[in-house]
């Protein structure tokens, strides 16, 4: 106050700095019973006359009683004199002839002369009153400066005090607009005739905004039994650390702005079940969903290109331009731009583009499994959840069997959901081998595979056949004994034949243990494959009705031992008598076409290429060189539809006489 009779005080700060929190501390902490604190509420007037006949009537209010039965009615009559209407006195339940009655003797005088009969009973009733008005930025341009005039008519009313709050900017670009100033500097100079003494409040620093979410954070993990998920810190920092590192500037930097998103995102918990999705992902996409609302339902039809699971660009070969798209879609360039293009690429990182590409977390929205969660809000059509995919593996594990109508066992029958469920179940399996036993392992996986409708065709990449080796190969490291886990793998090839089973597991951990690692049992079963490959390559190279394409497939997992027995067995053959061409025939790709209007349709075999790298790994090239003599017949065109072994044999020595004369 400085000794002053009445002055205007200002608190400025961004919209959600934390204004009203502050003008709340401020009225707890006034001395009482010497000060006395009101609010006004500005938004509370339809228009700018109404305004200030409630700006009037709230300083009434704030008399004393026996101070307000004696200057009411001035006060009242200053209204209609201050704003040039008399329709605007304060009502307050009496009738208008009352009011008249009460009001009328003072009409007659001037504005002035009502100030200086008011501010002496103000002085003679030694009063004290702070009057504090939120918001007056949110007004419009003639109640904004209604609310000013008022408070300049008012500013020397002995005792009376006035806190206004505000957002600096937005009050001068609104005053830009009236006849007052028509420009901020104008503006400005008009403001410092009303707000004697502005206060600013000072911006979070990036440590309080670590805290504050931190903090809030917090709280929503205990709300939702997370655990320190999001509030904790490793090594590398937090998430807190990345999202805040990664939000454009301006966002996120006031305290309403920080509480906002994680309330919205502690809502956002309520509907979709926190073991069901990436925390840290939810987070950052809630803030995309709050502050970008039309970039964040850009996302689900960029699925394809943001996962690299569909074409590239609308256009062939051309790279998607994610900063253009993203600049366009949330409506923001420069800086801005930058940094949502970079928030994107963390959440995403298949999006190419400048900048540190974040790691994918477990769940997370980059994973085509969980992609539809965050923006369903739940579990969509076609999917499983993840606590019912780890409640069917558990009955795997302790049982070694799967109920027909569990949801799992369901979901691997289905056709369209079957690699989705796979999937998962690679993913969760870790989960429950602690209690699972090396029969119970067989016993699931051939449980599996018989559920699984397209297990002995999918490629060993699928997930269906790596779900299906992950059991097998748990099956053959739990084994007891050497003996016990070659025991297992009979039973696969009694049940998948060998070709499956050497496809299925060649994923699994038995398959891809390090050596040194190795245990009895693992090596045992490794020299087993090893020997029924060898098997089957010689059996496909001495029996013209073998399994077609048996040695292409079998010889690449026979190990370097078997490889030189299989070389030294060959050499032995050709030098035996045994024709060259017809053994690099089963060197021959064979492949299926599938087509019809109507869907895929398994057609018969057809030819395929030659695959020379892999016959000289067997048969080198000094060996077979000096035995390929080129015949007239090595010329003629050879039947693409025929996949005999003498068609095989004529593309082996096309492509063998091809190869000598390079």
């Given amino acids: 106050m400085g000794g002053r009779d009445s002055v205007a005080f200002g608190l400025t700060g961004a919209w959600g700095s934390g204004k009203t929190s502050v003008l709340r501390m401020i009225a707890d902490n006034m001395p009482t019973p010497e000060w006395s604190v ?27 009683t026996d101070v307000r039965k004696k200057m009411g009615g001035k006060l009242r009559a200053m209204v209609p004199l201050a704003t040039g209407a008399a329709s605007m006195i304060p009502v307050a339940g009496k009738a208008v002839s009352t009011l008249f009655e009460e009001t009328g003797k003072y009409f007659e005088k001037s504005f002035q002369d ?10 003679e009733a030694g009063i004290r009153i702070l009057v504090v008005v939120d918001d007056i930025d949110r007004l419009h341009a003639d109640e904004l400066v209604a609310v000013l005039k008022t408070v300049r008519l008012l500013g020397n009313f002995p005792g009376i005090h006035y806190l206004l709050a505000y957002d600096q900017n937005t009050v001068l670009d609104v005053l830009s607009a009236t006849s007052i100033a028509k420009n901020s500097d104008r503006a400005l100079q008009f403001l410092e005739k009303i707000v004697q003494y502005p206060f600013d409040l000072p911006p979070l620093q990036q440590p309080h905004r670590v805290r504050e979410m ?65 925390a840290t992902d939810l987070l950052f996409l809630t803030f995309l969903r709050v502050r970008y609302p039309r970039l964040y339902q850009k996302l689900p039809a960029w699925k394809g290109r943001l996962l690299r699971t569909g074409p590239v660009s609308t256009r062939s070969g051309e790279e998607p331009n994610w900063r253009a798209q993203i600049e366009e879609a949330a409506e923001v360039n420069g800086e801005r731009a930058d940094a949502l293009a970079r928030l994107v690429q963390y959440l995403f990182p298949a999006v190419r583009g400048p900048g540190w590409i974040g790691n994918a977390r477990k769940q997370s929205v980059c994973k085509s499994a969980y992609f539809d969660r965050y923006f369903v809000m739940g579990i969509p059509v076609g999917d499983i959840s993840d606590a ?3 409640a069917g593996l558990s009955e795997l594990a302790d049982t070694g069997q799967l109920a027909d109508q569990s949801p799992l066992g369901m979901a691997l029958a289905d056709e369209q959901m079957a690699g989705h469920a796979a999937e998962k179940c690679c993913t969760l399996l870790p989960k429950v081998t602690a209690s699972m036993n ?9 449980v599996v595979s018989r559920r699984l409708l397209n297990f002995t065709t999918a490629s060993r990449l699928s997930s269906e056949s790596r779900f299906a080796g992950a059991l097998a190969g748990i099956a053959v490291v739990l084994a007891d004994t050497a003996e016990s886990a070659c025991a297992v793998l009979e039973t696969f090839v009694s049940e998948w034949g060998l070709h499956v089973t050497i496809r299925t597991m060649s994923t699994s951990v038995a398959a891809n243990t390090p050596t040194e690692e190795e245990s009895e049992q693992i090596r045992a079963v490794g020299e087993d494959v090893h ?27 026979l190990g370097e031992d078997r490889l030189n027995e299989l070389r030294n067995k060959v050499k032995e053959m050709i030098d035996g008598g045994q024709e060259v061409d017809r053994i690099a025939a089963r060197f021959v790709s064979i492949y299926t076409a599938y087509s019809s209007e109507s869907g895929p349709v398994q057609g018969a075999p057809l030819l395929g290429g030659f695959n020379r790298d892999e016959f000289e790994m067997v048969v080198p090239r000094q060996l077979w060189e000096p035995l390929i003599v080129e015949r007239p ?30």
């Fill in 38 to 64: 009101h609010y006004f509420t500005p938004w509370a007037a339809s228009d700018s006359a109404t305004l200030v006949k409630e700006f009037y009537a709230t300083i009434e209010s704030a008399l004393p």
């Fill in 531 to 557: 020997r029924r490959c060898f098997d089957a390559c010689i059996t496909d190279l001495t029996t013209d009705d073998s399994e077609t394409g048996s040695v292409l497939f079998y010889g690449s997992y």
């Fill in 438 to 446: 090396s029969a119970n392992a067989v016993s699931a996986a051939l």
């Fill in 214 to 278: 931190t903090t809030a954070l917090a709280k929503v993990e205990a709300t939702h039994s997370l655990g320190p998920i999001l509030s904790g810190r490793g090594p590398f920092g937090s998430p807190v650390d990345d999202l805040l590192s990664l939000v454009p500037p301006g966002d996120l930097e006031t305290l309403r702005a920080i509480h906002r998103l994680v309330t919205q995102f502690d809502i956002t918990l309520t509907v979709i079940r926190p073991n069901e999705i990436n």
């Fill in 388 to 390: 019912l995919i780890v």
């Fill in 114 to 123: 009502q100030f200086k009969e008011a501010s002496k009973d103000i002085v």
């Fill in 633 to 662: 017949e090595d010329r003629e065109e050879i039947n693409e539809d025929d996949a005999s072994i003498e068609n095989r044999v004529r593309r082996a020595r096309q492509a063998l006489i091809q190869a000598k004369s390079e």
